[in-house]
């Protein structure tokens, strides 16, 4: 589902700056320490600039807004469920563009924008670097499982809508 479903990479492209980049790597399932230890279910896609509010994040799929809020570990986050259940999650945003729980998103739709939200109660910022972490969800069975979003956003690299930000 989640080849026909993703449309976008969730971070644009400046058209003021070149110098506003992206980078991730496949940190799938790699260890993290934040109260216990875990492995790490998603992708992070690190600002080139360390600066929490620059980088705009798009939704990569059509879908509702099924999460939106604090969560001690990810943060200022939304939760995007497309129409096949698949859940799209993005975490440690700086802040919001305006949407709300229960509305209807479209593919390339702004959500907010890149920071470096969590770890701590809300309001909590600046204990890692600036980036998007990208975490994406099906269920099988009444079953959680969680997809690795690497491929996923190699697959999108030439998906990049432009925005003007600097």
Known sequence: ???KEVSYFPIP???VDKSLKTSYTDSWMMERKYKGTTGHEGTDIMASINER???PV???TDGTVTNLGWLEKGGY???ITSESGTYYY???LDSYAGISE???VIAGELLGYMGDSGYGPEGTKGKFAVHLHVGIYSYKDGEE???NPYYVLRSLENKKLKYAYF
Do not use: D, F, K
């Open 1 to 3: 589902n989640v080849e």
């Open 90 to 92: 993005y975490a440690h």
């Open 77 to 79: 986050r939304i939760g």
């Open 102 to 104: 229960g509305e209807q």
């Open 13 to 15: 492209e400046s058209t």
């Open 145 to 147: 499982i969680s997809v």
């Open 53 to 55: 509010g620059i980088y």
């Open 58 to 60: 798009v939704s990569m």
